[in-house]
């Protein structure tokens, strides 16, 4: 990397070329319109495309993601209690009364759950949530007759 004083005299002395400069002055800040430009170029590359594809995939995989903090448990504790009353529907309208050790233990897991929550410790909580969920699908599944050959 050349100084200014040691470039300047090398020039002079015809020892080296100028480089190349984007603009006149290197002080210079680049301006809006000038971003804008960058943009507009880089935007059709594949390299501008394969940006674009990866914020998305980041984007979807945001969405899919359940978040901890207390707003994203609050969140998730609601769904799963959802869950539970379509299980225990399915439970109390059953005769053989199949799927009711599920049902009991996802509602064991969403007490904790709570627990979990009220104690500010919100990633316990969707963990426990989302084992209380899994354990509503099953007891859900187990009363609706799902996988009993006939």
């Known amino acids: 990397m050349w100084t ?17 400069v984007a603009s006149a002055d290197p002080a210079k800040k680049t301006t809006k319109s000038d971003a804008k430009t960058t943009k507009k170029a880089t935007k ?10 990866t914020h998305k995939k980041a984007v979807r ?10 707003t994203g ?18 439970v ?3 005769a053989s009364g199949a799927g009711a050790e599920d049902l009991r ?4 897991n969403q007490k904790a759950a709570r627990a979990a929550l009220k104690k500010g410790r919100p990633q316990v909580a969707v963990h426990l949530t989302m084992q209380a969920r899994t354990f509503a699908a ?7 007759g799902a996988g009993v050959a006939p």
């Open 61 to 70: 995989k945001a969405k899919r993601r359940v978040v901890h903090n207390m």
């Open 105 to 108: 233990e996802a509602v064991v």
């Open 44 to 53: 059709g590359t594949a390299k501008g495309k394969a940006a674009k594809k």
């Open 4 to 20: 200014r004083f040691a470039l300047l005299a090398a020039l002079s002395l015809g020892f080296a070329t100028a480089p190349l």
């Open 138 to 144: 099953a007891a859900l599944a187990a009363a609706s």
């Open 73 to 90: 448990a609050k969140k998730a504790l609601r769904e799963t209690n959802r869950s539970l009353a379509q299980a225990r529907a399915a």
């Open 92 to 94: 109390k309208g059953n």
